[in-house]
Structures are given as C-alpha cells and as structure tokens.
DNA sequence: ATTTGTCGAGTGAAAAATGAAGGATATATT
DNA sequence: AATATATCCTTCATTTTTCACTCGACAAAT
C-alpha cells in the first residue's frame, strides 16, 4: 500500500497550493518546486494538471464515501437520531482529517464546469442520498416537506460552514489537540440544533392531535 | 447615475464569469466577447482585470455594508431580536438581489491573496463588527463565551449557505416570484433557530437561578 | 477641436505539455 | 553470482499554447 514518495509529494503539494491559491492560481511549477520534483514528473506521474486534479478529488470522496457507508451499516440498530449523530460526527471527523482538500473541494465545487459535474453525479449525489435518507428518518412525516428541504439545507451548511469560514477560526484552532476538541464541540453544536427540530416538530405532532 | 453602458456590460459579463468559472479561471477575452467590446476597453476602463475585479467587490461591499448601517440605525428602538430578524433580511435580501457576485465572493473571500487580506480588513471586519455585536446583544451574559462562538459560526454559515450550495438550489428557486419567497422562507428558518437558542439559553439562566 | 470611446493587430511573458536521454532499480538469464 | 534486460523514475531542453496588456489609428460625442 506504501506509495511512490514522489507521487505522494506532489498530491500534498498540490493540496496545499490549491487549498491556498486555487486550482487555475496554482501552477505546476509551483508544486513541483513546493513538493522538491522535477516539474515533467506531474506530466508522468498524472498526465497533466487536470490529471492531478482528478486523481486528488477521486481519491479524497472514494475515501470519503466509504467512511460514510461503513458508519451507516455499523450504526442500523441505533435509533434514527443516533444514527444521524454518529454520521455527522464521521463526516466531520474526515473532513477534519483532509482539512486543505476538504476547503479546496468544497469551494471548486461551486464553480461551473465539466469537471464538477462529473463529480456531482458520480460522488456527490450519493453523498447527499445517503445524508438525507437519514435527516429524513430522523424527521419523520410530520413537518411539511417544503420545510424539511430548508433544514435539510441548514444541516448540510453546518457540515461545510468550517470549511468555508476557515479564516475566522484559524486563530482560534490550532495543533491536533484543539483540532479534535472542535470536532467534539461542533458535533455538539449540531446535535443541539437536531434536538430542537425533533422536539418542536414533535410539538407540531402534538397540537395536531389535541 | 447611468454609467457609460460598455462599462456596465463588461461589469455584468464579468460577473457572470467570475461566477461560473471564478476569477483565474476567466480570461479578459473571455469577458470582452460575452460583453461584446473589444479587449482593450478593459483596460480602458478598469486598467486591468485586476483593477476590474477590485471596482466590482469594493462596489459590492460598499453598498452592502450600506444597506447593514441603514438597517440598523432604523431599527434601534426595537428589541434585540427584531433588530437582529431585520439585519438578517436585509442582509439575505441584498446577497439575494447580487446572487452571482455574492457566490463569487463568497468563493475567493476562501483563498489566501493580498487582495483576501485588504478586503478582509477594509469590509469584512465591519460586517462581522455589525453582525456580532447585534447577536451577542441578543444573547445576553447568559452563555458560556466559548458556546456563543460556536453559535455565531452557525449563524454566519445561515448567511453564506445558500450561495456556496447554489447548485443544490438552481432547480427549486428559479424566476424573481420563488427568489422572493425564497428569501422571506429562508429568514424564517433562520428565525426558528435564534428562538431556539434564546430560549434554551433562558433555560440555563433559570436552572442557574434555582 | 478636444475629449472620450472603440477597434485590430501585435508583443512578451507565463504556463502547460512534450520528447528524448540518462539513471536507478528490479527481474530474468546464463 | 555476474551479467543482461526490462521497467520505472527523473531530468533537461524545447515547443506550443494561452493570456494580459499595449499601441496607434480611427470614430463619435461634446
């Protein structure tokens, strides 16, 4: 499993000049120089820059998905909202773990271009399957589906806010200490704003009823 | 008040572009051709598209944070709730109404450039200045400083979630009748939280008091 | 007549990609 | 064990492409 050094250079070369100036900012010069390789070894190693791209974000969601399966198979006997919690905290937890590749991804996604298509229709329409089918168990057929969509919406911006509003917080998150510490808390965070949904919509259960 | 139309069709083109394909990823031709000027008139006008890019995000944020001061200066007799139901509208009305710039932004404000930095502390300081100082006053001295933090990156990804997960939307609210509906059901939801988090937060001062 | 705007061609720099050659390492052959 | 061979990796030099920006001429407006 132990991979070409060089190859490995240069992908967390890349990840981190992406993470800083973007893909079209970045310049393979530049990470072959920042990953001390030859710049053609990119050409060989992944064909081109595109290439390089390619390879980084398949690999990032193959991972990325897998974590979410197996924490959903390992969790079927939970009740829904525990579930939904050991979810949240799995995918936090990887995003955490691949925090340059997980900013650079999320802010690339929302350009428009053959490439994220791709990526949307191979990587992130099951993410979002399988996400949704369990916010949804969660929320049960009470509220209006109108609104579940629009919590359904808040959660997901929960699940990337970090990871978009990196500035903000990284004054106030370093070391791998602190690191963990927030995945704990914002897990917490989360699972505050679940409890509430589930308890008022319970509450909109119960007025119906009476 | 009505600019020399080259020089609006070039801003309006480039906005599109920088949104679709983000600022490295767009050429000055690129621009010129879906204006329909010649290249040069970019350089004519804004130099260089450098020079264009700063005219449209100082002229973005200059209005923005206008519109914030407006708001808060009309609602200061009102309760720190209401105060805070308003600026959240006028600031989700205002993304709503600059949709692709505000995604763009939104998208390069991630990087990490000299002209991040400048706008950070020229624009973005203030409207977190704004925002913070409105919320904290509504949470009073009852929470843990440390929690309110956690909650105030959750209200700040509220604001910028639905143009970083636009492509998650671009189906549902299409047309200017869904745009609007859009806003006032999204402030809604919003709402429901900041409700849920005074009034948990009154629930600790109670516990406290007992 | 002077300012203001438009246009096409062109320049130089930057960046991506290519290709051939040399070196290292592993595998096979005698 | 020693040599030959094939495969993998690295490097240098070069080509091709892309792109931002400039220049000078021309037209329109004031």
Redesign the pocket.
Known sequence: MKQ????Q?VIKAASTLFFQKGF?G???????ERA??????????F??????LEYAVTNYYEDYLSSIEKTLNETNLLTPMDKLHSLISTIIQYKQNNFQLTCFIQRELSLDSVFVREMTVTYLAKENFYLKKTFFDLLGKRLKSDYKQYLFMQLKGMLITPYILHNDWKNQVVGDYSRQLFVKKYVRVIKDWLDFIVMSSEDIKRKAVN
Chains 1, 2 share one sequence.
Request: proline share 3%.
């Open positions: 070409n050094p060089s190859k250079k079209h970045t310049s393979v010069r530049d990470i072959a001390s390789v030859n710049v053609s070894s990119i050409s060989y190693y064909n081109s820059k595109q290439g390089l």
